[in-house]
């Protein structure tokens, strides 16, 4: 599957041998070429090139890897689509029904403050808007969840802090070294409405689908207007010195400290939400930008480090969502995304 992450947290060391033997050829398209991204399966020694497999692998993993056949891959089951099973699944709000559509209050306050700007550096984050079809509503939610399960993840829209990992004390935006912003009052309010709403049972407007190629992904499930908050990127929260040589799917800077010792990463593999499952642009190809239709921006949120993924333009209904990994280091190997 496809990395979901940023890097400017450095890309991990493996600890798997790349192939060098120039009589191994990829089993998927017969080539010996570039035998940096060839690697053997260990259990029938068969080749394949990391970017030949569906869906595709990114980098070299770390210990054993064994290929699509002998690791007899199947699609995931699909999560129950049963009302009591979802909302123990998110921990929603108990007091809540499902059947009912959603509250339309901050709709309102989106439009009072949308009326008021007059350039789009000016203008204030709008709160996702779910779709007023209950069913519809778990529908997307279970999708979700079956992501989930099949990554072994539990569900979480928050932080969290985990003993003998780095606790909430040490994330403090006054360390960061400068490529942070600072979220307004009112950025602030709609990302807790966001918040409260997912609580309630009121979830983004996105759908999780598997794709052979690019794994889990997500598309749009209705549209999207520019600059709404899609999600907060969420996980366990570790030092980043601790994670130097982590070979998972997912890790994302939280906090870029002038002091290496004091960096902070999200790390979604016990803990995380729908932004795991976002996909990443091939930023070597224009057709690769073309994708981008969300932008990755870490916030001040009163004195804490917080990610969030935000519309950078209009998103129509269907459309798959994609952000860069790359920050403005570009230590990412994107190359061979979609």
């Not at 059947?99 to 009072?112: F, G």
């Not at 795991?276 to 930008?289: A, D, L, P, Q, Y």
């Amino acid at each position: 599957m496809q990395l979901k992450r940023r890097t400017e947290a450095p890309r991990p060391n493996s600890g798997c041998l790349y192939v060098d033997d120039d009589d191994v050829c990829c089993e998927k398209c017969q080539s010996g070429d570039l035998p940096e991204d060839l690697i053997l399966c260990d259990k029938c020694d068969k080749g394949y090139h990391l970017f030949c497999l569906r869906p595709l692998l990114v980098s070299v993993p770390k210990g054993s890897w064994f290929c699509p056949s002998c690791s007899n891959h199947k699609i995931p089951k699909s999560f129950p689509l049963v009302q009591t099973k979802i909302i123990d699944f998110f921990r929603i709000q108990r007091s809540t029904d499902l059947t009912q559509k959603p509250i339309q209050d901050h709709l309102r306050k989106r439009k009072r403050a949308s009326g008021l700007v007059m350039s789009k550096k000016k203008r204030r984050l709008l709160a996702f808007n779910p779709v007023e079809d209950p069913k519809r509503r778990l529908e997307q939610m279970a999708s979700l969840a079956t992501a989930l399960r099949a990554s072994g993840s539990e569900f979480s829209n928050e932080l969290t802090y985990v003993p003998g990992m780095a606790p909430r004390s040490v994330n403090r935006a006054a360390l960061e070294r400068g490529g942070m912003q600072v979220m307004s009052k009112e950025d602030t309010e709609t990302l807790n409405l966001c918040k409260s709403m997912m609580n309630r049972g009121e979830c983004p407007p996105l759908m999780v689908v598997y794709d052979p190629k690019e794994g889990f992904t997500v598309e749009a499930d209705r549209s999207i207007k520019d600059l709404t908050i899609i999600t907060e990127y969420v996980g366990d929260v570790d030092y980043l010195r601790n994670r130097e040589n982590d070979d998972g799917d997912s890790i994302m800077t939280l906090l870029y400290s002038a002091k290496p010792s004091k960096s902070l990463v999200i790390c979604p593999y016990k803990h995380s939400n729908i932004a795991r499952f976002i996909s990443g642009i091939n930023n070597h190809t224009m057709e690769g930008k073309k994708k981008q239709n969300l932008k990755c921006v870490r916030y001040n949120v009163n004195g804490e480090c917080r990610v969030v993924l935000i519309a950078n333009r209009h998103i129509a209904k269907g459309e798959r969502l994609y952000y860069d990994y790359n920050g403005y280091e570009h230590e990412y190997p994107t190359e061979h995304f979609v």
